[in-house]
Nanobody, 115 residues
Framework: EVQLVESGGGLVQPGGSLRLSCAASGFTFRAYRMSWVRQAPGKGLEWVSVISSGGYSTSYADSVKGRFTISRDNDKNTLYLQMNCLKPEYSAVYYC????????RGQGTQVTVSS
C-alpha cells in the first residue's frame, strides 16, 4: 500500500521559510518521479514542483520559481520542499504525490503565511 506522510507545515510570517518533508513507503521510492501539489481554500489542486527519480532534474511552477527547492533522499525514502521568501498567497495544504499527476498523494500539511 502506497503511503505518503507529509510534515513540516505551520504558521510563518511573510518572508519566512519552511521545509516540508514527505516520508514514503509501500513502493520503490527511487523508481518514481515525485512531486508537490497544493490546494488553497476554495481553489483547485495546483502543481508546484516535480523531481526526477534520481533527483537530477527538477521543475517548478512559475509562481514559486526561485523561492522553492525540491529535493529527495532515496536512501531515506523522503521527499523535501524547501520554501523561502514565503508570501501569503502560498497559504495552502501541501501534498506530496507519487509521479506528476497529483495522485496518489498524502494527507497534506497546512502552510499558512500570515503576519
Amino acid at each position: 500500500e502506497v503511503q505518503l506522510v507529509e510534515s513540516g507545515g505551520g504558521l510563518v510570517q511573510p518572508g519566512g521559510s519552511l521545509r516540508l518533508s514527505c516520508a514514503a513507503s509501500g513502493f520503490t521510492f527511487r523508481a518514481y518521479r515525485m512531486s508537490w501539489v497544493r490546494q488553497a481554500p476554495g481553489k483547485g489542486l495546483e502543481w508546484v514542483s516535480v523531481i526526477s527519480s534520481g533527483g537530477y532534474s527538477t521543475s517548478y511552477a512559475d509562481s514559486v520559481k526561485g523561492r522553492f527547492t525540491i529535493s529527495r533522499d532515496n536512501d531515506k525514502n523522503t521527499l523535501y520542499l524547501q520554501m523561502n521568501c514565503l508570501k501569503p498567497e502560498y497559504s495552502a495544504v501541501y501534498y506530496c504525490a507519487r509521479g506528476n499527476d497529483g495522485a496518489p498523494r498524502g494527507q497534506g500539511t497546512q502552510v499558512t503565511v500570515s503576519s
